[in-house]
């Protein structure tokens, strides 16, 4: 299970954003070149489609390949009073023939696109010893089947500001409490809401983005 | 306010104006740390001249920053007023020129007084204020400063206005942070929301990120991830999709095409890849232009396949035919025998032999103890290697046991060597699959490494794991287990420099570097501890490899005064001893084993550690695990005056030449 909450931000803000995030969170970043291709059966297998994710991490010199599988979010009145979104998920690694296999299975090619950007992983202990991972992507569609190099990015000046956190069934609240008390760090650039949910920019980002990038200032005199 | 008449002598206690005490009233003495109190407003003073400064020259300042300085200095002001509160009744303005006309008012003009200081800004300000119209009549006077008040509070409410507005702005009117208002327009803002619609929709669902598949185009080039995903062999996978007749997925679309797989057709790819988009049956295996089934295979990335060996390697959970089945049994039953005649041979040498031996010596040839094959010594390490942990715990409670029968004859003793066998091969098993496959050791280790109960332990576990890896681990036993003979490992060991025996000693507890005999070390000491040194006293009279195996497993009924008695003339064996003497010597109130390892020990000791550890257990054998390892150890129980005769009496004898 994850908890997982989305934002957005303007290209403009990424940089303070990367500048708060490296203050935040020690300073380990990793790069993020995601190629991502969702595969769904047809309605020839089974009553309800199966859908897959299939990513292909270009960030290292050796392509991993991972598979994934989101879960429908969990329901319930208690769930909507949450402010992070909590869903099941299930994720591999895999050989890089991963594609024929699936596609000997039966799933086909549903939609793909390219995530670039960056990440960075948090470790929380209050009030519950989690790993949070903020990753701050562009998202790029492939006007040509798997031409990775010829992405064009969906939403040129924004830029998805996306926390999850792994959970399990019976501490998900308190990791819930854990990504919206990092989430309240990020609020002067971004706004966090569940994925569904749209939230908007802030509309005082450009302040808070100087105030990070600025070098002036003075220094305490007590 | 102008001055009252009279002076009034104020001794005022408030910085920078000079006060001295004037009371001598003990408890607020203490209270009156003048010193301190004029060195704060003294700093903070010039902390807020040194803000002022800053204020004046530094181009950019932040809110948040000015702020907090601000906040510093409020702080540090209150603080100090605090202080002088309670020093201030201390003090007392005392008028001196007090008469009738200004007695009533005194307390007011006392109250309002200001400061010298203030006093000549405010004549300063009030002449500055009066100097046009000093001559003209009061009410003249009183109207012009009444319009010059109106000017002024205009301009102090367009001020506030202004602040009023940055301040919400900058949003420094709430604590709680930014106030979101929006200062967007509302086209960016309808913008802004309809971009983030479209790359949430597109991150979450892939709306928009669908190609319809009349507008699909082909790359001219895969990039390298996706055509070695898409272009890998189809020779066997294509084989079992060609098995079942799929029409959504035909086989030829699994077909390599005969290209280079850089250059592998576009289109051909693509069809493939976009079987569920196009819906396409691509037919038989023709169909696609150009396919052919060439042969080359393209390795997988992470996949199993790829790695190089493996693929001999049939699945733990196969026994591949019935004869290999037999072979396993028969060679199981060649194992035990060979290790029942190698502890009868030992038990024979520790009876006709309980001679010291020398360092340096080579083994004695009496004994006879079988060594062990050498291919076996080689999976025995590195069975032992994985094995240490669950042996050590065994053996542990195999100690127990052990304890109580040493008293016993050692028939007895080899009884209790087999079940020790027995039960590490059933729990040696599963976890030795890796190490069969290493069959290459040197030939010194072979010879230091074949000793041991605990190789007795691993040919019977060989012998069990024959049928579970079928041809590879044929090779290990025929030519290690029925060939050779007690005499032939025994001169082997024999030809071994005195160095090996130090080995065969380290191995126990010391390696030469070698992980398998670390692993044989520590089997070695379980063993031992398991034995109580009586093995390894036992083997001292004998050559390490042909006695260790062989008195680890049957000294266990040995007397400990018997395995210290042998341990004396070798320091190796004392040093093993050490393992398990330590303890067993110290039981015995006999310093041998710690002094006989005072040299050799410590590499011993060390590498025995987990010997040595559960060597400490032999005077707590009874006693769980935990207790054995971290207890100091009692060692009285263990001492038994006829242990202690029967060791003097081994002492005495000469070791052999």
Same mark, same amino acid.
């Given at each position: 299970?994850?908890?997982v909450?989305q934002?957005?931000?303007e ?6 954003l990367e500048?708060?995030l490296q203050?935040?969170c020690?300073g380990l970043r ?16 089974g009553a309800?489609?199966?859908e ?5 991490s270009l ?6 390949w ?9 329901r ?6 949450l402010?992070?979104?909590?869903r099941?998920v ?9 594609l024929?296999f699936m596609?000997?299975?039966?799933y086909?090619l ?6 670039t950007g960056f990440?960075?992983?948090?470790h929380?202990?209050?009030?519950i010893a ?6 701050v ?12 190099d010829e992405?064009?990015?969906v939403?040129?000046n924004?830029?998805?500001?996306q ?19 990092l989430?309240e760090?990020?609020?002067p650039l971004?706004h ?10 802030v509309?005082?980002a450009s302040?808070?983005a100087?105030?990070l990038i600025?070098?002036?200032?003075i220094?305490?005199?007590? | 306010?102008?001055?009252?008449? *009279?002076?009034?002598?104020a ?7 000079q ?6 009233m003990?408890p607020v003495?203490?209270?009156l ?5 004029r060195?704060r407003?003294q ?10 400064? $800053?204020f ?9 920053e000015v702020?907090?300085q601000f906040?510093?200095?409020n702080?540090e ?5 605090e202080?002088?509160k ?5 003090f007392v303005?005392? &008028? ?5 006309e ?6 007011i ?6 400061l ?14 009066l100097a ?6 009061v009410?003249?006077?009183?109207e ?8 002024v509070r ?5 001020a ?13 009117? $709430?604590?709680q ?11 960016? @803002?309808?913008r802004i929301?309809e971009?983030e619609k479209?790359?949430?929709a597109?991150s979450?669902?892939g709306?928009?990120?669908r ?8 790359p ?9 995903? %898409? ?5 066997? &996978?294509?084989?079992?999709f060609?098995?079942?007749? $799929?029409?959504?997925?035909p086989p030829? *679309?699994l ?9 592998t057709?576009?289109?051909q790819i693509?069809?493939?890849s !976009? ?5 396409q &049956?691509?037919?038989g295996?023709?169909?696609?232009p150009?396919?052919a ?5 393209i390795?997988y990335v992470n996949?199993?396949?790829s790695?190089?060996?493996?693929f001999n ?9 019935p004869?290999?089945v037999?072979?396993a @049994? ?8 060979q ?5 009868q041979q ?10 010291l031996?020398r360092?340096g010596?080579?083994?004695i040839?009496q004994?006879q103890?079988t060594l062990q094959?050498?291919g ?10 994985q ?6 715990q065994n053996q542990?409670?195999?100690l ?14 080899y009884?209790?060597?087999q ?8 729990q ?6 890796n190490?069969l496959?290493?069959?290459?050791l040197h030939?010194?280790?072979?010879n230091?490494?074949?000793q041991?109960?605990q ?7 060989l012998?069990?794991? !024959?049928?579970?890896?079928?041809n590879?681990q044929s090779?290990? %036993?025929?030519?290690?287990? $029925?060939?050779?003979?007690q005499?032939?490992?025994?001169q082997?060991?024999?030809q ?7 080995n ?14 670390n692993?044989m070390?520590n089997?070695?000491g379980n ?7 009586n093995?390894?006293?036992?083997t ?10 062989n008195t680890?497993g ?12 042998? !341990?004396? *003339?070798?320091p190796l064996?004392?040093?093993m001893?050490?393992?398990l003497g ?16 005072g040299?050799?020990?410590?590499p011993?000791?060390?590498?025995m550690g ?19 390892l971290a207890?100091p ?5 263990l001492?038994? @005056?006829?242990?202690?005769? @029967? ?6 004898q000469p070791?052999?030449?």
């Amino acid at each position: 299970m994850e908890c997982v909450v989305q934002g957005i931000l303007e290209a403009k803000h990424v940089d303070a954003l990367e500048v708060l995030l490296q203050g935040l969170c020690g300073g380990l970043r990793e790069t993020i070149k995601v190629h991502e291709i969702c595969l769904k059966t047809g309605p020839n297998l089974g009553a309800v489609a199966s859908e897959v994710h299939l990513c292909c991490s270009l960030s290292q010199p050796e392509p991993v390949w991972s598979v994934r599988h989101v879960g429908g979010a969990m329901r319930g009145a208690g769930a909507e009073q949450l402010p992070a979104l909590v869903r099941p998920v299930l994720e591999a690694g895999i050989s890089n023939n991963s594609l024929r296999f699936m596609h000997a299975l039966g799933y086909k090619l549903d939609y793909e696109m390219l995530r670039t950007g960056f990440s960075f992983q948090m470790h929380k202990t209050v009030p519950i010893a989690v790993t949070i991972t903020i990753a701050v992507t562009a998202i790029h569609r492939l006007p040509k089947t798997h031409s990775v190099d010829e992405a064009q990015p969906v939403t040129p000046n924004l830029h998805m500001v996306q926390l999850t956190a792994p959970a399990s069934p019976d501490n998900y609240s308190d990791v819930v409490g854990a990504i919206s008390g990092l989430a309240e760090y990020l609020a002067p650039l971004v706004h966090l809401s569940k994925p569904g949910v749209p939230a908007g920019v802030v509309p005082t980002a450009s302040t808070a983005a100087a105030a990070l990038i600025s070098r002036g200032g003075i220094t305490k005199v007590l | 306010m102008a001055a009252p008449g *009279g002076q009034v002598q104020a001794a005022v206690a408030v910085p920078p104006g000079q006060a001295a005490p004037r009371t001598d009233m003990a408890p607020v003495l203490q209270q009156l740390n003048l010193a301190s109190l004029r060195t704060r407003t003294q700093d903070l003073h010039n902390a807020i001249s040194r803000i002022l400064h $800053s204020f004046h020259t530094l181009p950019a300042l932040k809110w948040s920053e000015v702020l907090g300085q601000f906040a510093m200095v409020n702080v540090e002001l209150l603080n100090l007023v605090e202080d002088i509160k309670p020093i201030l009744k201390m003090f007392v303005v005392y &008028p001196k020129n007090v008469n009738a006309e200004n007695a009533t008012i005194l307390p007011i003009m006392l109250s309002s007084k200001l400061l010298p200081e203030m006093e000549a800004e405010e004549t300063i300000l009030k002449d500055k204020m009066l100097a046009g119209i000093a001559n003209l009549p009061v009410h003249m006077q009183s109207e012009k400063i009444q319009r010059q008040i109106e000017l002024v509070r205009s301009v102090c409410d367009g001020a506030e206005k202004v602040l009023g507005e940055a301040r919400k702005v900058y949003g420094l009117s $709430s604590r709680q942070g930014p106030v979101a208002l929006a200062t967007l327009d509302k086209q960016q @803002a309808a913008r802004i929301g309809e971009q983030e619609k479209l790359l949430r929709a597109a991150s979450n669902s892939g709306d928009g990120l669908r190609i319809s598949p009349d507008q699909q185009q082909a790359p001219l080039m895969l990039p390298p991830h996706v055509s070695s995903a %898409l272009g890998t062999s189809a020779t066997d &996978p294509g084989a079992s999709f060609q098995r079942g007749s $799929s029409s959504a997925l035909p086989p030829s *679309g699994l077909l390599r095409p005969a290209a280079p797989q850089q250059q592998t057709n576009p289109a051909q790819i693509l069809q493939r890849s !976009n079987i569920g988009v196009s819906m396409q &049956p691509l037919g038989g295996a023709g169909s696609l232009p150009g396919v052919a089934a060439a042969a080359t295979t393209i390795p997988y990335v992470n996949s199993p396949r790829s790695v190089a060996g493996n693929f001999n390697v049939p699945s733990p959970q196969q026994i591949n035919t019935p004869s290999q089945v037999q072979q396993a @049994a028969l060679l199981r039953q060649q194992k035990i025998q060979q290790l029942q005649k190698q502890q009868q041979q030992v038990l024979q040498a520790q009876q006709q032999n309980q001679q010291l031996r020398r360092p340096g010596t080579p083994p004695i040839p009496q004994a006879q103890a079988t060594l062990q094959p050498q291919g076996h010594q080689v999976n025995i390490l590195q069975l032992q290697q994985q094995q240490a942990k669950l042996q050590q715990q065994n053996q542990l409670q195999q100690l127990q046991q052990q304890q109580q029968l040493h008293q016993q004859q050692q028939q007895q003793q080899y009884q209790q060597a087999q079940q020790l066998q027995q039960q590490n091969l059933q729990q040696q098993q599963q976890s030795l699959h890796n190490q069969l496959q290493n069959t290459q050791l040197h030939a010194a280790q072979q010879n230091v490494l074949a000793q041991g109960s605990q190789g007795r332990n691993q040919l019977n576990q060989l012998g069990n794991m !024959n049928p579970l890896y079928g041809n590879n681990q044929s090779s290990l %036993l025929p030519p290690t287990m $029925s060939g050779q003979s007690q005499t032939l490992l025994q001169q082997r060991y024999l030809q071994g420099n005195a160095s090996h025996l130090y080995n065969m000693g380290n191995t126990t507890g010391n390696n030469m570097g070698n992980t398998m005999s670390n692993s044989m070390g520590n089997n070695m000491g379980n063993t031992m501890s398991n034995t109580m040194g009586n093995a390894m006293g036992n083997t001292m009279g004998n050559t390490l490899g042909n006695t260790m195996g062989n008195t680890l497993g049957n000294t266990m009924g040995n007397t400990i005064g018997n395995a210290l008695g042998n !341990n004396m *003339g070798n320091p190796l064996v004392s040093n093993m001893g050490n393992s398990l003497g330590n303890n067993v010597t110290n039981a015995m109130g006999n310093s041998l084993g710690n002094n006989m390892g005072g040299t050799l020990g410590n590499p011993l000791v060390g590498n025995m550690g987990m010997a040595g550890s559960a060597a400490q257990g032999t005077s707590t054998l009874a006693l769980p695990l935990q207790q054995q390892l971290a207890g100091p150890g009692n060692y009285s129980g263990l001492i038994n @005056a006829n242990q202690l005769n @029967a060791f003097a009496q081994q002492r005495q004898q000469p070791p052999p030449q």
